[in-house]
C-alpha cells in the first residue's frame, strides 16, 4: 500500500496561473461545475483579475475532489482536461490533486470514488453539522496498493471502459422514468378533456379539446369558500411542542402533503384563526415558489391551519380530487402560467385563480374517472419504483466496479464487460 501524498501533490501551488495576465481569461469552476460524468461543465470563463484571491488554482489534468458534504459523499472527483489559457480557478470547497511522475491521474482520480475512500472520508469530517469537509491530511494519508505505472493505466483503461457503460444504462433508466411520468400527465389531460368518451368534442379558448356535453365552469362557481392561509407574520404563532401543524407551500406536493419540516401552531390559535382553518376534503394550492401545486387535504390534517397558500372547499359542483387533478394537470398548469408573477419567487393571486375555467362533468363521472386514473397512477408508481431500484443498484455496481479494480482485487485484462 501506498499514501496519496506519494503519488499526488495535494493542493499544490499553481505558477502558470501566476504567468498569466490579469485580464486573461481562466476557466471558472463553482463546486456545481464539478461532476465525474459529462456532466462536468467547463464553459465558465473569467478574468484572471476576477478569481486573484478567494478561489483554489488548478491546470489541466489536475483532479479536483469535492470536500464538502454532501458533494463528497456523491463521488464527484475529476479531471479537468481542458482549461482556458490551460488553468483555472474554483470554489474553495475543492481540494486539488497534481499526479506527480510515474502516477496515472486517472487512477488517482478514480481512487477518489471508491467506497473506502467516501467512507473514510466522512468518517474524519470536521466542522458543525450541515457544513462539514474532509481535511487535505485525510487525503493524503489516505493509502491505496502500490501499482506499477503500467498496471495504473490498465486499471484506468479498463474503468474508462466500463463506467460510461454503467452511466448510459443508468440514463436510459432515468429516461424511461421522465417517459413515464410523460404518460401519466398525457394520460391526466385526456381524462380531463373527456374527449376520450365523448361523442362530440369543442375546442375551448383556454382548455383546448372538451367534451362538448360538459359544462365549462369557472373556479369561483365550484367552490363555498376560498381564501388565503395566514399572511402576516405567521411565524409569531410557531409553536416548538404540542399543536397542530401549520401548512406552508413547501408541504405541498402534487396530490400529497410533506410533513418532514412542518411547522405547528396551538390548537386554540388554530381555532382561533377560523378562516385559514383546514378540514378534510379542503383543496391547498401554493401559493409562492410553485404555484399552483395542489392537495386535497385528508383525515388526519382536520383542525390544522396554513400559512400563505389558498384554500378552497369545493361545493356540490365538484369532488375534492378533481379540483386537486385539474390544478395538477397541464390545463390548470397552463392557466397559471398566464397568471403567476414575481422573478425572484413565483407566485400567484386568489383574484386571478378564482377565475380560471376547468371542465366539470357530473360528480358521478369525476368519481369513475378518478377510480380509473388512480387504478393507472397505482400501475405507475409501481414502475416508477421499479426503475428507482434499478438506478440504485446500477450506482452500487458502479461504486463497487471502480472499488475492487482499483484495490486489485481482479484482474481487469481478463474481465468481462460490466454492462
Given at each position: 500500500?501506498?499514501?496519496?501524498?506519494?503519488?499526488?501533490?495535494?493542493?499544490?501551488?499553481?505558477?502558470?496561473?501566476?504567468?498569466?495576465?490579469?485580464?486573461?481569461?481562466?476557466?471558472?469552476?463553482?463546486?456545481?461545475?464539478?461532476?465525474?460524468?459529462?456532466?462536468?461543465?467547463?464553459?465558465?470563463?473569467?478574468?484572471?483579475?476576477?478569481?486573484?484571491t478567494g478561489y483554489v488554482r488548478f491546470q489541466e489534468g489536475d483532479i479536483l475532489v469535492p470536500k464538502v458534504t454532501p458533494t463528497f459523499q456523491a463521488g464527484r472527483s475529476a479531471i479537468v482536461p481542458r482549461l482556458a489559457?490551460?488553468?483555472?480557478?474554483?470554489?474553495?470547497?475543492?481540494?486539488?490533486?497534481?499526479?506527480?511522475?510515474?502516477?496515472?491521474?486517472?487512477?488517482?482520480?478514480?481512487?477518489?470514488?471508491?467506497?473506502?475512500?467516501?467512507?473514510?472520508?466522512?468518517?474524519?469530517?470536521?466542522?458543525?453539522?450541515?457544513?462539514?469537509?474532509?481535511?487535505?491530511?485525510?487525503?493524503?494519508?489516505?493509502?491505496?496498493?502500490?501499482?506499477?505505472?503500467?498496471?495504473?493505466?490498465?486499471?484506468?483503461?479498463?474503468?474508462?471502459?466500463?463506467?460510461?457503460?454503467?452511466?448510459?444504462?443508468?440514463?436510459?433508466?432515468?429516461?424511461?422514468?421522465?417517459?413515464?411520468?410523460?404518460?401519466?400527465?398525457?394520460?391526466?389531460?385526456?381524462?380531463?378533456?373527456?374527449?376520450?368518451?365523448?361523442?362530440?368534442?369543442?375546442?375551448?379558448?383556454?382548455?383546448?379539446?372538451?367534451?362538448?356535453?360538459?359544462?365549462?365552469?369557472?373556479?369561483?362557481?365550484?367552490?363555498?369558500?376560498?381564501?388565503v392561509g395566514v399572511v402576516v407574520n405567521p411565524s409569531s404563532y410557531f409553536v416548538e411542542d404540542g399543536g397542530v401543524p401549520f401548512i406552508h407551500g413547501g408541504n405541498v406536493r402534487e396530490g400529497a402533503f410533506d410533513l418532514?419540516?412542518?411547522?405547528?401552531?396551538?390548537?386554540?390559535?388554530?381555532?382561533?384563526?377560523?378562516?385559514?382553518?383546514?378540514?378534510?376534503?379542503?383543496?391547498?394550492?401554493?401559493?409562492?415558489?410553485?404555484?399552483?401545486?395542489?392537495?386535497?387535504?385528508?383525515?388526519?390534517?382536520?383542525?390544522?391551519?396554513?400559512?400563505?397558500?389558498?384554500?378552497?372547499?369545493?361545493?356540490?359542483?365538484?369532488?375534492?380530487?378533481?379540483?386537486?387533478?385539474?390544478?395538477?394537470?397541464?390545463?390548470?398548469?397552463?392557466?397559471?402560467?398566464?397568471?403567476q408573477y414575481g422573478a425572484a419567487q413565483e407566485q400567484i393571486n386568489l383574484g386571478d385563480v378564482v377565475e380560471f375555467v376547468l371542465p366539470v362533468p357530473s360528480r358521478d363521472e369525476q368519481r369513475l374517472f378518478m377510480r380509473?386514473?388512480?387504478?393507472?397512477?397505482?400501475?405507475?408508481?409501481?414502475?416508477?419504483?421499479?426503475?428507482?431500484?434499478?438506478?440504485?443498484?446500477?450506482?452500487?455496481?458502479?461504486?463497487?466496479?471502480?472499488?475492487?479494480?482499483?484495490?486489485?482485487?481482479?484482474?481487469?485484462?481478463?474481465?468481462?464487460?460490466?454492462?
Amino acid at each position: 500500500m501506498i499514501r496519496l501524498r506519494y503519488l499526488a501533490d495535494v493542493n499544490p501551488s499553481c505558477p502558470a496561473f501566476e504567468t498569466l495576465g490579469t485580464d486573461e481569461q481562466v476557466t471558472f469552476m463553482p463546486l456545481e461545475s464539478v461532476w465525474a460524468d459529462e456532466r462536468l461543465d467547463l464553459t465558465r470563463t473569467r478574468r484572471k483579475s476576477e478569481t486573484a484571491t478567494g478561489y483554489v488554482r488548478f491546470q489541466e489534468g489536475d483532479i479536483l475532489v469535492p470536500k464538502v458534504t454532501p458533494t463528497f459523499q456523491a463521488g464527484r472527483s475529476a479531471i479537468v482536461p481542458r482549461l482556458a489559457n490551460g488553468v483555472g480557478a474554483g470554489s474553495t470547497e475543492l481540494h486539488v490533486l497534481r499526479a506527480r511522475e510515474g502516477a496515472d491521474a486517472r487512477f488517482i482520480c478514480y481512487a477518489t470514488q471508491t467506497s473506502r475512500f467516501l467512507t473514510e472520508g466522512v468518517s474524519r469530517f470536521q466542522g458543525v453539522a450541515g457544513l462539514q469537509r474532509v481535511p487535505e491530511l485525510f487525503i493524503r494519508d489516505f493509502s491505496v496498493p502500490d501499482h506499477a505505472l503500467g498496471e495504473q493505466r490498465r486499471i484506468a483503461d479498463f474503468l474508462d471502459q466500463q463506467i460510461p457503460l454503467l452511466d448510459r444504462a443508468v440514463e436510459l433508466r432515468m429516461e424511461q422514468a421522465a417517459l413515464l411520468r410523460e404518460r401519466q400527465r398525457a394520460g391526466v389531460a385526456l381524462l380531463l378533456s373527456g374527449t376520450s368518451t365523448a361523442s362530440q368534442t369543442v375546442i375551448h379558448p383556454v382548455l383546448g379539446p372538451v367534451n362538448a356535453a360538459w359544462p365549462i365552469l369557472r373556479l369561483k362557481r365550484t367552490v363555498q369558500r376560498a381564501g388565503v392561509g395566514v399572511v402576516v407574520n405567521p411565524s409569531s404563532y410557531f409553536v416548538e411542542d404540542g399543536g397542530v401543524p401549520f401548512i406552508h407551500g413547501g408541504n405541498v406536493r402534487e396530490g400529497a402533503f410533506d410533513l418532514t419540516n412542518v411547522k405547528r401552531i396551538s390548537a386554540e390559535d388554530s381555532d382561533a384563526l377560523h378562516r385559514s382553518r383546514l378540514a378534510p376534503g379542503d383543496v391547498v394550492v401554493v401559493r409562492a415558489g410553485y404555484p399552483g401545486r395542489a392537495a386535497v387535504v385528508p383525515e388526519h390534517l382536520s383542525g390544522s391551519n396554513c400559512a400563505s397558500v389558498l384554500l378552497f372547499t369545493p361545493n356540490d359542483a365538484v369532488e375534492p380530487k378533481w379540483l386537486e387533478t385539474f390544478f395538477n394537470s397541464e390545463q390548470g398548469r397552463s392557466q397559471v402560467r398566464l397568471v403567476q408573477y414575481g422573478a425572484a419567487q413565483e407566485q400567484i393571486n386568489l383574484g386571478d385563480v378564482v377565475e380560471f375555467v376547468l371542465p366539470v362533468p357530473s360528480r358521478d363521472e369525476q368519481r369513475l374517472f378518478m377510480r380509473e386514473l388512480q387504478e393507472k397512477q397505482d400501475d405507475l408508481v409501481r414502475l416508477d419504483r421499479l426503475i428507482s431500484e434499478s438506478v440504485t443498484l446500477l450506482r452500487e455496481r458502479k461504486r463497487a466496479l471502480i472499488s475492487a479494480a482499483v484495490m486489485g482485487e481482479f484482474d481487469v485484462t481478463t474481465a468481462r464487460s460490466a454492462a
